[in-house]
């Protein structure tokens, strides 16, 4: 009980605005971690629900309500995750070896130019998707907040770690197998639980399109696999970065699943 609930708070430290914990980070502190994850998301998810109930009150024009869905999940998420896209990025850019590689990721804490453009390219393409979002997609998408952190954490419990200094996603690993098929098992019920939720709500707009939340069920593990794919390749396994560019990426291609599918014409 203890592990868990030291967990929780280094879950919510680690990966999110609240106070960060004193707790040192180590197996003991952090095997339960990954079970907490996805419920940053769904905080993110409900706090993006409800803006979409009031913002139609409360604004004229769609870019501030694309602007506060595209930055809250950054706010609440403390820039964790988008700290991670830039460094993978920027390593990714560099065309180095995998061992530089690796160095630009863990160590090197300057952006290089690339990186600081492509991160300012996928702002403001989820600006411009949000502000063409109708008012039924956010509450679909939203869930995908949940779904790329559950995605994140069955990664982390089940995929090979890159070989880094520092090996910071190591402690998130419990030793038991047990513990940690039961996190997994968890974090897939989070994303059928997620998934169900968002066929049930497209199925009720006033024309139904189940098919706007199969896209970004789709679009998601299309990500999953390309995330998984380019760490392997650049990196030799995921690292705690690898995962962030997993999420930020992944809430970026929801969205543009879901509006791509609300545009067309069939």
């Known amino acids: 009980m203890k592990g868990l609930l030291r967990s929780f708070v280094m879950a919510f430290s680690?990966?999110?605005?609240?106070p960060k914990s004193a707790y040192e980070r180590n197996k003991e502190n952090c095997s339960y971690i990954m079970l907490f994850l996805p419920l940053i998301g769904i905080i993110i998810c409900a706090i993006i629900n409800r803006w979409a109930v009031l913002y139609p009150y409360a604004c004229d024009f769609p870019v501030l309500p694309a602007v506060v869905c595209s930055v809250v999940p950054i706010i609440l998420s403390a820039g964790v995750h988008l700290?991670?896209?830039v460094r993978t990025t920027d390593a990714i850019s560099s065309h180095k070896s995998k061992e530089d590689k690796l160095h630009i990721?863990?160590?090197?804490?300057?952006?290089?130019?690339?990186?600081?453009?492509?991160?300012?390219?996928i702002f403001l393409i989820s600006i411009g998707i949000w502000s063409e979002m109708p008012i039924d997609g956010i509450f679909v998408v939203a869930f995908g907040y949940?779904?790329?952190?559950?995605?994140?954490?069955?990664?982390?419990?089940?995929?090979?770690?890159?070989?880094?200094?520092?090996g910071k996603i190591d402690c998130y690993v419990p030793d038991s197998k047990i513990s940690l098929w039961i996190q997994v098992l968890i974090n897939i019920g989070y994303i059928l639980v997620s998934a169900?939720?968002?066929?049930?709500?497209?199925?009720?707009?006033?024309?139904?399109?189940?098919?706007?939340?199969?896209a970004c069920l789709i679009g998601a593990a299309i990500t999953y696999i390309f995330y998984i794919a380019v760490s392997l390749r650049h990196f030799g396994g995921i690292t705690e970065e690898t995962g962030g560019f997993f999420v930020v990426l992944c809430e970026l291609v929801i969205p543009i699943a879901a509006l791509t599918i609300f545009k067309s014409p069939i």
């Open 14 to 18: 680690k990966y999110s605005i609240s």
């Open 196 to 214: 169900y939720l968002m066929i049930k709500i497209a199925g009720t707009f006033s024309t139904p399109r189940p098919s706007v939340a199969i």
């Open 105 to 121: 990721i863990g160590v090197d804490a300057h952006g290089g130019y690339s990186s600081m453009i492509v991160a300012i390219c």
């Open 83 to 85: 700290e991670g896209f």
């Open 146 to 166: 949940v779904i790329s952190r559950a995605l994140f954490a069955i990664s982390v419990l089940t995929v090979k770690h890159a070989s880094t200094a520092n």
